[in-house]
Nanobody, 124 residues
Framework: LQLQASGGGLVQAGGSLRLSCVASGRHPDNYNMGWFRQAPGQEREGVGCITGSGGSVHYLDSVKGRFTIASDHDKNSWFLQMNSLEPEDTALYYC??????????????????WGQGTQVTVSS
């Protein structure tokens, strides 16, 4: 199973971007989906996740109210809508599949499947 992330880019502070992730094939419905990011010199951190059932979403505190995650099982896809972007959001963003999804998303570091990363750069 391979993941393909897209949608990154350069945006001014206050702007928006929408990241997309597509899995190469159908995955079990109980696999949680989400997004992580890694800024230069920093550890990778979980940004947001959605449970396989779609019934629960969780976000890193610093992005709550600005980022929204959604999924489309029929298209083997999930998305991260990022609004009110800040320079501190600049990082390489990875989509991920099959990992614990909870309020502790900021302390989740491992997943069974990873996308290749898409760069998000927010200028001040």
């Amino acid at each position: 199973l391979q993941l393909q992330a897209s949608g990154g880019g350069l945006v001014q502070a206050g702007g928006s971007l929408r990241l997309s992730c597509v899995a190469s094939g159908r995955h079990p419905d109980n696999y949680n989906m989400g997004w992580f990011r890694q800024a230069p010199g920093q550890e990778r951190e979980g940004v947001g996740c959605i449970t396989g059932s779609g019934g629960s979403v969780h976000y890193l505190d610093s992005v709550k109210g600005r980022f929204t995650i959604a999924s489309d099982h029929d298209k083997n896809s999930w998305f991260l809508q990022m609004n009110s972007l800040e320079p501190e959001d600049t990082a390489l963003y990875y989509c991920a599949l099959d990992f614990p999804c909870s309020d502790n998303i900021g302390r989740i570091y491992a997943a069974a499947y990873w996308g290749q990363g898409t760069q998000v750069t927010v200028s001040s």
